[in-house]
């Protein structure tokens, strides 16, 4: 498998529990791949890093490997967490 859509990847990988939540994210504009905005769309690439911005956390992955399915014990295989934090209250933007 060479690429796939990022809604989905997000929801294989367990980085978000469903497919709805992760389109709703990148619809809001709270995804990056590779620094840009992301769309639900977005054809995902191994080596890509993914930026998802969800509550008060920043969650940046890169992507190791892409997967149509895989078990719940497998999931955290698929991506390598390069940074995360907590976002204060203060520097949330409300879009």
Do not use: C, W
Request: aromatic residues 6%; hydrophobic residues 45%.
């Amino acid at each position: 498998m060479e690429a796939m859509r990022l809604d989905k990847y997000l929801k294989v990988a367990r980085i978000l529990k469903r497919r709805t939540v992760s389109k709703e994210l990148a619809d809001s504009q709270r995804v990056f791949v590779n620094g840009r905005i992301a769309k639900p769309s977005t054809e995902i690439h191994v080596g890509d890093e993914i930026k998802v911005i969800f509550g008060y956390r920043e969650l940046t992955i890169r992507v190791k490997m892409l997967q149509k399915q895989v078990s719940k014990n497998d999931a955290a295989l698929m991506f390598e967490v390069l940074d995360e934090k907590i976002i204060k209250k203060e520097d949330v933007e409300i879009i």
